[in-house]
Every structure is written in structure tokens, then in C-alpha cells.
């Protein structure tokens, strides 16, 4: 498989001339041993927002080179007789804002590898290695349903099935109700794995703006009115990627809406748990005593994220569509996971462990939103989310993140541009900072670096942050 | 969620009666909490293959008798006031044919436990705990990979992905080579899981006929001449349902008859390390030099089917695809099973495992054999597996397996219909008999059984096992 390639639209060497040096570096490392077949120009143009011709000129460079071979109908394959170079040890390890996950040096090896040893040594053991029901291990559903049911996050007319994580359950909600076509109603910006879900499924994304205090209940409306959607999907808690929460009166408001047009509203509440300053607030599906909310949460930001297991709390209805789904996707959940995960739980050793996360995150987000204050340019706004991983960046006007990451990563530090999350609205200018994997000092450097980069980047363009849009004027 | 009922036309008590008595059990029991929302009558008539006036007369009665009350346009819920009856204790568990899965008390709990403790305390614990990669674990696919190239499974023009086990692999290639509308080839019988997975998506299925020899060359290439369908589906070794094996002969033909009409081919070969009689033959990916096979593997049958780790093999193009599918369906599979099998095989526990597998399969697959040729009624014929774990009877003609299984379980023996795993012929006497998980004497008890009813009801019908269908003339 071909990786990202990092291409600088700005550098003084031409776009097919740095593609071609960066797939004949792969080559010459082993990265695509002999006989691999390139992608086709048209794939790999689109993959990666690129002429074809472009792609086309650097295949003819590489074949002119003698590393790879093209076969007429068949594509290009490489060929490369040359000894194998190795690559250069990185001095030191990138400062990514990219991923929004947990830290690895926080997880708590010795209660996993008590929680662990237990269950492999328990009376359950061999049960939990035979197969197991769609719906979810039957003591991890009746323990999340007993616990949902005392947060009021459940009814007597609801069910629960445990999926893998998050981004499964979004899935097979796309496949039982949003067909090719239809239209579901999503925040701007939003977490790119659910504009993904929706997008490659042919299904029509509307959207409402998020600002700081999530999204306008006014605009809700309308929108519902406007577009008839099948879903609406919403987080109140700490948005990803804005980290946005939104106010309680906002919240009852919304319900009021979703409950007078009737519609299916879905409740993101995956960073729910990991609230650091101000009041908790409950959750939409609290609030409304309908039964018209789906609420998704999971283990894999609370916990271990490499152990898949979420679930979906929703109508009885829905939940059994849901699971006649999952049964035909992958069968069920991972067992051992869910077995693990049910102990950590029950055992009290997750609470503990939450506790932890937050003092910790309480740390990290207070460090970048002092990083923030201090290094970026004058002119950017950010966010101050009260919880999650995530924190969303408006640089001043002229700059564009997209452009400036590979520069930032060659520097050491690396996002993802705001462009990956838009919807309908896109500012180049924007960015997200997801901290949570960061120690308070790497997120201080990082942002250092970052703010550098931009600095001198507005200096260098020298570009007046004019309020006046270069838009046409209005007649 | 509503259970399977078992409701049998045959009975003099009339089914919306039989119905209502087990939805009133189910209540009494406590199985449906008050306030729990019953299926509208339509779902359930949908569900159960009922007449929806069944449904709704037994709905009437459950009203009537006070443990359920109607609301106008938000239907119907359970509301019982009387004291909870406990289930009545089974005498002996049910003997089930009906589930292809390995025997619970033959895993290999020391050697897993001691492969579990390895990966916990090991040095890649953590980074197991954190995030990973939608293609898979990083050690655990080097592994698989080394192991097929070893095996000339795989060439320099391949790449492998890890999935949620076999049904996943199936799921995802339906995603990224069959839209509704299309057409896919599959053998009849086929498992009952690739079956939905088609169907569900509005794929439409072609079939050939699967003998005791597998499929025919000769129809495999007409079909797809006349079909030209998006992928072919095989399972060459012991398949699901029929047991049936491939012979060498059979397989150059297919891939003779694969490349010529440049279709890509999806090898099923789930149970293809269960052999215990008879010669190991090559897969149609080693005999296919040119790419054009798809194979799909997995631990789930050879090792845990609770932890949900299969692989597919396939030119690097359909690879790459798959991955980017299986991003956005669910991230990644779990990564603790992941390395617990990468090292369960790496250490030989599992070819050291595999070996008894295939030991205690032999005995078992000879029990069922012997079991079939001693109590199934006369004019019953079956296939020979020389592997795997399950077996496929045709009953004399008459019988209907679909009518007599309520019968079947209510002593105390349960399989699956042939119904579940028809395509385009459906042939009513033919059932599976899964045998993977039921030890000799289960298995010799349990097909007595079967072998008494099913004689019963020849000479109660009376019914002559004529060599003519009863079909109009032809005119």
C-alpha cells in the first residue's frame, strides 16, 4: 500500500518531481518490494488531490529511472535491481496533536494485568473463548444496563447492545437508517470519521455551525424543518473536534425540538466521562423521556482504545434492528475485551482510573490553552473546551493549516487541518489540537514550534488580517 | 428483544393460541420487564413468517388476560402485576447440531493463559492497550504474512488485512465490490452468513449446485458467462454447509476458468486446517498465479471463536481498498486478541492445539457418520466431509426439516433447517448437522433421536418414496 506522500504545493521543486523522489525513496528502502503494482494514475491522483498528469510524469520518471516497469493494460510494477537503502534514525520523535487518544504512560498496567488474569483464570474462561450473541457478553450488558438505568439514561422500553466502539456504532446506525440518498443533519466542523461513515455511503450531510457553546437550537430547528432528515447527530460534550459543550438551556431546548418534529436524534456522548472543570450536565437522552434519543458511548477513550467495545443505549425497536445488523457484519464484539472490560468496571478499578484521567487531562488541557495564549499569532481565536482531548484553532485570516502542515511536520509537530473536519463551511484557516496523548511539556514545545511557523508565515506574506471578506459586492 | 418462539403448525393447538402462551410465559417469567414495548404485529408477523391476523389475535388475548395493555399509536406493553414464576430446570441440556463452532472443553486453557500472561506483562502491553491500525497489528500481520508467502498463499504483488474474523472479511467485500443491483456468484447450499450479508445489501445471488464433489467446472463457467457477476464465492475445503471438498482436478479447471474470464474469486477457506482424512490439496490462490484470488482465513475455528481475528489475502489494490472500508466501519480489530493469537501461533501452541483439534474431529466426524448410516431412515442420503465441522442430509422425500424441528427440539435435539442455506433450489429435506462441538456419544444420542422422529413421521404420513415429482406434465 502506498503511504501519504507529503507534498509542498510551495516548494521550488515541481509537485511531480517530489512525488517521484518520495515513491523512488520507498523503493529504494524496500517500503514497495519488487513486483508490487503502483496504484493507477487516476486512483492515486484522486487519493491524493492531485493532476494526473502530475502522477502520470512522475511514473514516467521512475520508469526512465529503471524502478519500475509499466505493462500495457496491467499498470506499472516495480523493479528495482539496486541494493536496499535504510532510512535515517529520527533525532527525535514527532510532537503529534493528530490523534485523539488517551496517553499510553497513563494506562494502568497493573490493574489491566489483575483485571486480566482474573477473568483468563476464571470460572467464565472458556465460555468467553467460544462464541458469543450480537447483542453483547451477557454480564458487561447487564452490567452497563443496570448502570444506565440508575444515571436515567435508560427506560423500560429501551435496549442496549454492545458494538465496537464508537465509530461501529455510527456505522450500523448509517446502515439501518440513512440510506444512499437521504439526508442526515451533523454539527460544522465535526469528528471526520462520521462525515466518513455518511459521505461513503452516498448519504446527503446537512449541517449546523458548532460554535464555543455547541450549536444555536434556533438553527436546529430550522434545519429539521428545511432538510427532513433521517438522523440528527449531536455531542453535547466536548465536541470533537471543537471540544464544545453546550449549555443546559440549550440542551432542553433541543429536546423540545427533537420531540416536536419527531425525529431520531443520536447522542455522540463518547467523551461524556471526561469532564475536567465546570458543572456535569446531563445527557439530551436524560432529558428527554420520549425514547426518540440514541445514545452512543464507549470504553476506548475512558480506558484502552485498542480494546474495541462502545455500546448504544436506544429503543427497543432500534436496538433490535441494530443487533440483526451486527450479527451479519462481524458476528459479535470480542469477548475477551468485553469480559476485561466488564471487570475493570465492576471492580471499581475504572472509576479509579477516571480519576486519574482527569486530574491528568485537567493538566494537559490547562496547557494548552496557556500555549495557546502565549505562542499563537495575535488574530487567533481558539476554544476552551471543559473536557475531552480536542481543541479547535482559527489562525488569522491569510493563512491556511492545510498548506502549512507539511512545513510544521518537517519542524517536528504535527494536526490535522480543519478541512478534514468541515461539512458544508470550510475556513483554511482553522485547525485541531487533540492534546490528550501529550505531556503538558511536549504540548507546550509543540505549540511553540507551531506558533513560530505561523508567525512567520503571516510576516513573510505579509498579509493585513482585514475584516473585509474579497467577496464581490452585493448588487 | 423478542426470542425465537417455537411454534408448530402441526399441533392441534392453533398457533395464535401457542403464541400467546409463550409471549405470557416469557412475561410471567419475567423475561419481558413491565413497560417493555412488544413488536408491532406486522414486525413479528414478518418475523416469525406468521399471518399478521395470528399476531394480533394473540395480542387480543394477552390483553384480555391483563399482561399486556394496547395504546392507541404508540403500541403495545407489558404490564403485569402478578408474582414472577421461575423457569422450570431442563432435565439435560439440548443436544445442538445447530451451531458450527469448535468444542468449548477441548480449548487449550493453560497454554491460552499462559499466552495471555506473556502479551500482559510483556513490553508491548501498552502500545497493545493504545489506538492501532485499520490493517492490523503490526507483529501479528508480519507473522501471517511471512507464514503465506511461505506458503505461496501470498505474492510480492499481495498485501493482507486483519478483520473481525471471516464474516467481517465477507461484509467488507461486499461493501467494496457489490452495490445493490449486482450480481455475485455463490455456491447452493452456502453458509447462511454470506447468504444475509448479499441479500440484506440488495446484491442479487447466482448459484451452482454443490454436490459431495463441490461444484461443477462446466456450470461455474456457463453461470458466469451468463451472469457476469461482480465476485465468485468458493469455499473448496469441507464447506459450510455441505462438508463438501474440491478435488484437485475440480480446482486447476476453476482457475482456469477464473482467469479467463478475469473475475476475482473469493476463497472461502475457513475451515481449510480442519482436514482428518484424506490428502491436503492446494488452495485456488496457490494454484492462481495471477492475482485474481481473494482468500479469506481465520483463528475463529482453529483456536477461539470468542476472540475475533481473521485475515484476507489479496492483490494489493483490493487490499488497500478493504482497509480504508474497514477504517471507517470500526477503526481496527481488537488488538489484545490480535497479539494473544500472534503469539499463540508464533510459540507453536497453536499447531501443538491444531493437532488435537484435528484427533478429537476424526472421532467426531466418525461418530456422525456412523450415527447417519445407523438411525437415519431408509432413502436418507449424506455427504462424506473429509474435514470441518459440519455435515448435510437429504431425508427421504416428505419430509419437510423446517416442520419437524419444533418437534425435534422438544426432544431435547436441535439443528438447522436446509431452508437457512438455500439460494435458488431449495430442497425441503435437508438439514445441517454441525458436529464441531459434540463429544461421540452426544452425537450418537443426539442422531438416534433425530433418526426415530424422522421414521415416525414417514409412517404416519405413510407417504411413498416415489422417484416422481409431483409436477404437472410437460406440455
Redesign the interface.
Known amino acids: 500500500?502506498?503511504p501519504r506522500f507529503q507534498l509542498d504545493e510551495h516548494s521550488p521543486t515541481p509537485l511531480y518531481r517530489q512525488l517521484h523522489d518520495q515513491i523512488a525513496q520507498l523503493i529504494r528502502r524496500g517500503g514497495l518490494?519488487?513486483?508490487?503494482?503502483l496504484?493507477a494514475t487516476r486512483?492515486l491522483a484522486i487519493q491524493f488531490g492531485l493532476n494526473r498528469t502530475t502522477v502520470s510524469a512522475a511514473y514516467e520518471l521512475l520508469e526512465a529511472g529503471g524502478l519500475i516497469r509499466g505493462h500495457v493494460g496491467r499498470g506499472s510494477?516495480v523493479h528495482y535491481e539496486g541494493p536496499l537503502e535504510s532510512a535515517p534514525v529520527p533525532t527525535e520523535e514527532t510532537i503529534s496533536f493528530a490523534?485523539s487518544?488517551?496517553a499510553?504512560?497513563h494506562?494502568p498496567?497493573a490493574a489491566?494485568?489483575q483485571t486480566?488474569?482474573e477473568i483468563?483464570?476464571g470460572p467464565e474462561?472458556?465460555?468467553?473463548?467460544?462464541?458469543?450473541t450480537p447483542?453483547g457478553y451477557a454480564p458487561l450488558r447487564r452490567w452497563l444496563i443496570h448502570q444506565s438505568q440508575t444515571e436515567a439514561c435508560m427506560?423500560?422500553?429501551d435496549?442496549l447492545i454492545v458494538?465496537?466502539?464508537c465509530?461501529?456504532a455510527i456505522?450500523l446506525l448509517q446502515r439501518m437508517a440513512a440510506p444512499a440518498g437521504s439526508t442526515v443533519l451533523v454539527e460544522d466542523p465535526v469528528y471526520h470519521?462520521l462525515k466518513?461513515?455518511f459521505e461513503?455511503a452516498g448519504v446527503r450531510l446537512a449541517s449546523i455551525p458548532v460554535t464555543d457553546a455547541g450549536i444555536d437550537p434556533v438553527r436546529l430547528e430550522r434545519a429539521i424543518a428545511a432538510e427532513q432528515p433521517r438522523l440528527v447527530i449531536l455531542t453535547p460534550n466536548f465536541q470533537n473536534p471543537t471540544g464544545a459543550t453546550m449549555p443546559l438551556a440549550s440542551r432542553h431546548e433541543i429536546v423540545r425540538i427533537i420531540r416536536a418534529a419527531d425525529v431520531t436524534l443520536v447522542e455522540n456522548d463518547i467523551y461524556g466521562d471526561l469532564r475536567y472543570t465546570g458543572e456535569s450536565l446531563p445527557t439530551l437522552r436524560q432529558l428527554d423521556g420520549t425514547g426518540r434519543t440514541v445514545l452512543i458511548r464507549s470504553f476506548?477513550k475512558t480506558a484502552?482504545?485498542?480494546?474495541?467495545v462502545g455500546w448504544v443505549i436506544a429503543?427497543?425497536?432500534i436496538?433490535?434492528e441494530l443487533?440483526d445488523?451486527r450479527q451479519?457484519?462481524?458476528?459479535?464484539?470480542?469477548?475477551?475485551?468485553q469480559a476485561?472490560l466488564h471487570r475493570f468496571a465492576e471492580t471499581g478499578r475504572l472509576q479509579d482510573h477516571l480519576a486519574r484521567v482527569r486530574t491528568t487531562g485537567r493538566e494537559r488541557l490547562r496547557a494548552v490553552l496557556d500555549a495557546c495564549a502565549r505562542h499563537l499569532p495575535e488574530g487567533s481565536a481558539f476554544t476552551r473546551p471543559e473536557g475531552g482531548m480536542n481543541l479547535w484553532v482559527t489562525l488569522p485570516r491569510g493563512l491556511d493549516t492545510t498548506e502549512l502542515l507539511p512545513r510544521a511536520r518537517r519542524q517536528g509537530v504535527t494536526y490535522l487541518a480543519g478541512k478534514n473536519f468541515s461539512v458544508s463551511h470550510y475556513d483554511p484557516a482553522t485547525l485541531r489540537l487533540s492534546f490528550g496523548s501529550l505531556s503538558p511539556d511536549r504540548i507546550e514545545a509543540g505549540i511553540a514550534i507551531l506558533g513560530r511557523l505561523f508567525r512567520e508565515e503571516l510576516e513573510q506574506t505579509g498579509y493585513i488580517n482585514s475584516r473585509f471578506d474579497a467577496a464581490p459586492a452585493l448588487v
Open positions: 500500500m502506498i518490494p519488487n513486483g508490487s503494482r496504484p486512483e510494477f490523534s487518544r488517551p499510553a504512560e494506562f498496567l489491566f494485568q486480566c488474569t483468563i483464570t474462561a472458556a465460555s468467553i473463548l467460544q462464541l458469543g447483542a427506560g423500560p422500553g435496549d458494538t465496537n466502539g465509530q461501529h456505522d470519521g466518513n461513515v461513503r476506548s484502552f482504545p485498542g480494546l474495541r429503543p427497543a425497536r436496538a433490535s443487533v445488523i451479519w457484519c462481524d458476528l459479535h464484539t470480542d469477548h475477551l475485551s476485561i
